[in-house]
């Protein structure tokens, strides 16, 4: 819900700082005098066309920024959390124009491209107006209308989701299908690589293992002799390690009396004799069993030659071999027979096309089952609005040719505007006037259900007056009651049945013009209402046809 708009320097508006609340806001006031400065200044906020002539003259910018509640409207908050622009319950849309017609967005105070200022106000407002803001003239405005009303958001949604599977498979499939030459030649080089890496057939950690025997083969003598030398060294003769421990333990075995300091010197002198005693015979067993073996040499080195070949062939290092060779077989799997081949995507293919007809087939009944109903309802909202003679059709139109995202049918609203005359598209049979009382009584019909909540429209009254005109009040006040209405009107039937009521007016000042806008009591409503209704010269009548009205316009309940 809109709460607040401040303008500067935008039009012939200095500052202008609006508060808003739920309800219908009716804005009325002499012509030229600016009511439509809310309305474009709300159109640029959503994302609409700017250019140098908005700015105020003689400033440097126009500056416009409005403020939503958002803490009802799940798809803006789930739009910002997925842009990482949200600010708890609030939404502030801002607009930045300079002299020379560029423009700057914002949301929440972050830079963002324009497309995502239009994106995010479609969310949260719908303007309707004889001019560019006009929803209705689009097709997909229809479509979404009509899934509000049958309560399909969901279903749609699910719809959408499975064409999107679909359709990457379809073009991961054409993608294949361009490139079967390139397919065919990548294929056989996957076919003669692995072959090749198959007759090599390396195991994990080979490499490896092989460099360090050879190593130690290279080196059988240099090892040989020093580890016999070492075993001589531990326990082989006199002079041996653990023959001088001996004697160490013998020297101290031959004190006079036992010492208790010397006690753990004694084990650890034990210990050693027996632990390098061991370490000897050890030594001696590995001199034994060691086998300097030059033909397991040469044939360690030949294998190590033929891996270190074929990663020169592939130009890398030996030690990603293996690796290479997983991948490649992985992708060989996939491109012939597997995962990525035509035969297995022709099939997921076939199976998403299954669950995408099912749901676009169970979305194409329920938005004809309820269609008819909405005819009719929209129909008898436009009798009321002096339009009986206006047919309205929500056409259906099957196109199963082609697999699309909104199911399985074009939706457009129809009308013929006279009877005998075959119905045809809005945009080509309503005026501008017509256009939005049609678009009215569609959004009566679907307000229940609609997820727009701030609907504005811009003279709908246009060409109507009378009862019709208090009908048409009355259905602004209804769509008041369920979200938030704005209107600028210039019927008093109309803007004596608003919850809040602005007046627009301009003054001059040193020679430059002003707009001012202001929130008017009960008794201004009162004397704007009696304006509207006698102009200039307000007789008693007037006032008090005017207090009529008012009081009767604020116990309208449709």
């Known amino acids: 819900m809109l709460t607040q708009l401040t303008v500067s320097n935008y039009a012939i508006a200095e500052r202008v700082e609006l508060h808003f609340h739920k309800g219908m806001t009716a804005l009325t ?45 799940t798809a803006a908050r789930s739009w910002l959390e997925q842009q990482e622009l949200d600010d708890h319950n609030d939404c502030i849309l801002r607009r930045a124009i300079s002299r020379d017609g560029r423009s700057r967005a914002y949301i929440n105070g972050q ?86 890496l198959d007759r090599l057939n390396l195991q994990e950690l080979e490499q490896q ?45 031959q004190l006079p009396t036992e010492i208790p300091a010397l006690a753990d010197t004694l084990q650890m002198l034990g210990e050693a004799q027996i632990q390098i005693s061991e370490a000897g015979d050890n030594l001696r067993r590995f001199v034994d069993d060691y086998e300097a073996d030059p033909q397991h040499l040469a044939e360690i080195e030949d294998r190590l030659s ?83 003679n206006v047919q309205f059709v929500t056409q259906l139109a099957d196109n199963r040719d082609e697999p699309a995202a909104h199911g399985h049918e074009d939706i457009e609203f129809l009308v013929s505007a006279n009877p005998g005359q075959p119905a045809r598209p809005l945009a080509k049979v309503a005026s501008g006037g017509e256009l939005s009382r049609i678009s009215l009584a569609i959004q009566v019909v679907v307000a229940q259900t609609s997820t727009t909540p701030t609907l504005v429209f811009d003279e709908v009254d246009v060409g109507i007056g009378g009862g019709t005109a208090e009908v048409v009040g009355k259905l602004l006040r ?55 209704l006698g102009g200039v010269d307000m007789t008693e009548q007037t006032i008090a046809h005017a207090k009529e009205m ?6 309208t309940h449709h």
Not at 479 to 485: A, Y
Not at 505 to 525: M, N, V, Y
Request: hydrophobic fraction near 40%; glycine fraction near 6%.
């Open 550 to 555: 008012y009081s009767k316009g604020q116990a």
């Open 111 to 196: 830079p963002c491209p324009l497309s995502h200022l239009k994106e995010l106000g479609g969310l949260l407002m719908d303007i309707h107006s004889q001019h560019q803001h006009q929803s209705l003239l689009r097709k997909d405005t229809h479509r979404t209308l009509l899934d509000e009303y049958a309560g399909a958001d969901e279903l749609a949604g699910q719809t959408r989701q499975a064409w999107s599977r679909w359709n990457k498979t379809r073009q991961k499939m054409v993608e294949r299908q361009n490139n079967a030459d390139e397919t065919e030649a990548r294929l056989q080089l996957l076919r003669y690589q692995v072959e090749e």
């Open 306 to 388: 033929a891996i270190y070949q074929m990663a020169r062939k592939h130009r890398i290092m030996p030690e990603q071999l293996f690796e290479l060779h997983q991948r490649l077989n992985g992708e060989l799997a996939d491109l012939d027979g597997g995962a990525g081949s035509l035969e297995q995507l022709q099939a997921e293919l076939d199976e998403q096309l299954l669950e995408y007809n099912a749901l676009a087939d169970e979305l194409t009944q329920l938005r004809r089952q309820v269609a008819v109903n909405l005819d009719v309802r929209v129909a008898a909202e436009l009798a009321q609005l002096s339009m009986p």
């Open 29 to 73: 006031g002499e012509t030229g005098a600016g009511k439509s400065i809310v309305l474009d200044a709300l159109g640029l906020a959503m994302g609409g066309r700017a250019d140098a002539g908005a700015v105020r003259y003689g400033a440097k910018r126009a500056d416009i920024t409005a403020t939503f509640d958002i803490s009802a409207i």
């Open 478 to 532: 209804a769509l008041g009651e369920n979200g938030q209405v704005l209107c600028v009107t210039h019927l008093p039937q109309v803007a004596a049945q608003c919850h809040q009521h602005l007046f627009v007016s301009k003054f001059t000042e040193q020679e430059a013009t002003f707009s001012k806008i202001e929130t008017l009591d009960d008794q201004g409503r009162i004397s704007e209402v009696a304006r509207m």
């Open 209 to 253: 293992q092989l460099e360090q025997q050879q190593q130690e083969l290279s080196q059988a003598d240099t090892i040989l002799h020093h580890s016999n030398q070492a075993a001589l060294l531990c326990s082989e003769d006199d002079t041996s390690a653990a023959a001088l421990v001996r004697q160490v333990l013998q020297q101290l075995g």
